[in-house]
């Protein structure tokens, strides 16, 4: 028999069982291989709650259905304090993000602008500790891009004795896809899925070296999720570490896994309908990609990125062209699969032997696609869309923004044609623009841009 450090039991069972039942705890990961396996939500007593009084910290990770699980527990808020679980939010929000950039002392997103308010940080946590009889829930996926030293503060100042770390997790071949889109939507990359996608894989460590420079890498700081548990474990214990694999097949199980570790009734926290954070068509990614190249290529475009980088570019399109119902959506190529697997194997080996708790089956984890999946490259035609729909799109996209946000251009400095105006000198300032591209780059990364 196990104890936590805080002495509360914890069984462990043999290798060949599916679930631990003794005391309504799932085993923690490594103690016997297959432990712990819960396909399954139907019996809410194999999910012990974190225990009252605690503060459940939800730091996702990204991509994991953390917007739709905010969603349900703001929407619950009130069910929940009926239940004596206070949800702590930012003022405004329905969840804490703005108060993990606050702590990070990072801006609102993105890698520009004033960093957020510290008392927006200091808010969240007097709210959190105005309730020390209660359980407390707080959600934001931003938490999982904070530094060691950034993760010690936060622990510090809610309290060591009182925090339970949750983490949800999801196969990486269904996160890929995702966050790229994300990167082309926010306007922070262009770059084709295939060219994206084989960088990422090139170095899959949570640090690259930038020059003399180590810096957090952009995807897999957040996705390296054995390197995120460890650090969190570090200020935490593994033992306050709970990670839940997310059932694709059934997404409820989400809400359901919460409601037991919130210690609430069944059907406390129900599906609510998010239009942020959405999937995009491959219509819309191909629309994505061109708007991106205007935003580099054009004057206008670069005073739009220096206004706001991230402008919500994915709802303009989808103010000009509403009708996106081509379900068609992106999966990882066979060529990525051998590489991808390799790299989720070891993720998960690390996770069994961490010593968290898991809810779920790690194996989930190691899912690749079947097929080929949609053509990344371009090829001219989409769906009944041509290139000149796609560029008249586009320029439609880029007047928009410009006009939210008040963005002048030089005159007759459209999309079309904006690339045959490129002068001769500008070919050989390519490798001036590189450069200083690069260099940007390394700053952003150095900010931790997520």
């Known amino acids: 028999m196990l104890f936590r450090s805080d002495g509360r039991q914890r069984t462990s069972c043999g290798g060949g069982q599916l679930h631990c039942r003794s005391q309504g705890v799932v085993c923690a990961a490594g103690e016997a291989h297959g432990c712990s396996i819960l396909d399954r939500m139907t019996d809410r007593e194999t999910i012990a709650p974190i225990p009252a009084h605690s503060i459940m910290l939800h730091i996702g990770a990204h991509k994991t259905g953390t917007t739709s699980l905010q969603a349900a527990l703001f929407a619950a808020r009130a069910r929940l304090q009926d239940q004596g679980v206070f949800n702590v939010v930012d003022e405004g929000r329905e969840d804490a993000n703005l108060a993990a950039r606050s702590v990070q002392r990072l801006p609102a997103s993105g890698s520009t602008g004033a960093p957020v308010d510290f008392n927006v940080w200091k808010r969240l946590v007097r709210s959190a500790n105005d309730h020390p009889d209660s359980r407390i829930s707080i959600s934001a996926e931003s938490f999982a891009v ?20 949750v983490i949800t997790l999801r196969p990486l071949a269904k996160i890929l896809p995702s966050q790229w889109q ?134 303009i399109l989808r103010k000009i062209r509403p009708d996106n119902q081509n379900d068609e ?73 410009a006009r939210r946000l008040e963005v002048g251009g030089s005159s007759g400095d459209t999309a079309v044609g904006s690339r045959r105006r490129r002068s001769v000198g500008s070919v050989f300032a390519k490798p001036r623009e590189t450069a200083l591209r690069a260099l940007r780059l390394g700053l952003r990364y150095i900010r931790i841009r997520f």
């Open 182 to 315: 994300q990167d082309l939507h926010g306007a922070w990359s262009n770059a084709a899925f295939d060219v994206w996608l084989r960088e990422t894989l090139e170095h899959p460590q949570p640090h690259r070296k930038i020059g003399p420079l180590s810096v957090p890498h952009q995807f897999w700081f957040r996705h390296r999720h054995d390197a995120l548990v460890a650090r969190w474990a570090e200020a935490v214990g593994s033992d306050r570490i709970t990670l839940v694999v997310v059932d694709e097949q059934r997404k409820v199980s989400l809400f359901e896994t919460f409601e037991r570790l919130l210690d609430v009734e069944s059907g406390t926290l129900q599906s609510v309908e998010v239009t942020r954070n959405q999937s995009m068509t491959r219509v819309e990614m191909q629309i994505m990609q061109r708007y991106g190249e205007l935003l580099e290529s054009t004057e206008v475009g670069r005073r739009i990125v220096e206004k706001s980088r991230y402008h919500k570019a994915l709802r």
């Open 329 to 401: 959506r992106l999966v990882v190529p066979p060529w990525s699969r051998t590489k991808l697997q390799e790299i989720q194997h070891e993720i998960v080996a690390n996770l069994q032997s961490s010593g968290a708790r898991v809810i779920g089956s790690l194996e989930r984890l190691n899912w690749l696609p079947e097929g080929n999946g949609l053509e990344a490259e371009r090829s001219g035609h989409f769906d009944g869309l041509t290139a000149l729909d796609v560029e008249a799109i586009a320029e439609r996209m880029l007047k928009n923004a």
């Open 146 to 165: 904070s530094e060691s030293a950034i993760i010690s503060t936060i622990v510090e100042e809610l309290g060591h004795e009182r925090i339970e770390v």
